[in-house]
């Protein structure tokens, strides 16, 4: 089974605090994928890699930045944490099935800014 | 951005009763996939549809990719309470496996 992990479950930080997510993945992928989640607003891409030391902005990355030095390890930084970046952080990797990408996430950080 | 739309939000009902959630964009997805996600978990992928007009069958859920590419549906024959969660469409562009998810569908089964 594919397995992903992530550091904490729950995180509670205090506001303009250095704050570090941490994703690890157990099954080679490539892809690596944050995303935020929010009620109503669904899952919204923060940044995403597809190789060891590549990254790309997703679709909300302003108050993020992201590290990969190693394959199977996808961190996400918030520099200056802010009360409105509390939220769920849901990390993924994928593999290619088939012809479609198929994604696995872990179980999810609820973060609670103050 | 592509968006996708997912309908209804939410959804009450009784065990037993038959449902169908709807998911739709004016764009045209590669793939489109279908995620279940129950609380303090993260998403599951239920199953994955590339070729329009493509149905597929796990066990009680049935899930079709439209002609176009451009929506898709869920239904639930016979609900029961393990049904319980938030169902989640998702679009592939093509680009490294990036996905566009919809906003959810909340589904709670009663008995």
């Known amino acids: 089974d594919v397995k992903v992990t992530q550091s904490s479950r729950y995180l509670v930080k205090r506001t303009g605090e250095k704050v570090f997510l941490e994703c690890v993945q157990d099954?080679?992928?490539?892809?690596m994928f944050w995303y935020r989640q929010d009620p109503g607003l669904g899952l919204r891409l923060i940044y995403f890699?597809?190789?060891?030391?590549?990254?790309e902005k997703g679709d909300i990355p302003e108050g993020y930045s992201v590290s990969r030095e190693k394959k199977e390890r996808f961190s996400l930084i918030l520099e200056s944490a802010s009360t409105n970046q509390t939220s769920m952080y849901l990390c993924?990797?994928?593999?290619?099935?088939?012809?479609?990408?198929?994604?696995?996430f872990g179980p999810g950080t609820r973060l609670t800014v103050t | 951005t592509q968006l996708l739309e997912q309908s209804p939000q939410f959804l009450s009902i009784q065990e037993g009763e038959n449902l169908t959630v709807y998911c739709n964009s004016s764009?045209?997805?590669?793939?489109l996939q279908w995620y279940r996600q129950e609380p303090g978990e993260g998403p599951v992928l239920l199953v994955t549809?590339?070729?329009?007009?493509e149905v597929k069958k796990l066990k009680r859920l049935t899930f079709q990719f439209g002609d176009a590419r451009k929506d898709s549906s869920l239904h639930i024959t016979a609900a029961q309470p393990g049904d319980t969660g938030l169902y989640l469409c998702?679009?592939?562009?093509?680009?490294?496996?990036?996905?566009?998810f919809g906003t959810g569908t909340r589904l709670q089964v009663t008995l």
């Open positions: 549809v590339v070729t329009g007009g």
């Open positions: 998702a679009g592939e562009s093509g680009t490294a496996s990036k996905l566009t």
């Open positions: 099954m080679d992928h490539e892809n």
């Open positions: 764009s045209v997805f590669s793939s």
């Open positions: 993924a990797s994928s593999l290619l099935a088939g012809i479609a990408y198929e994604q696995y």
């Open positions: 890699s597809y190789d060891v030391k590549m990254k």
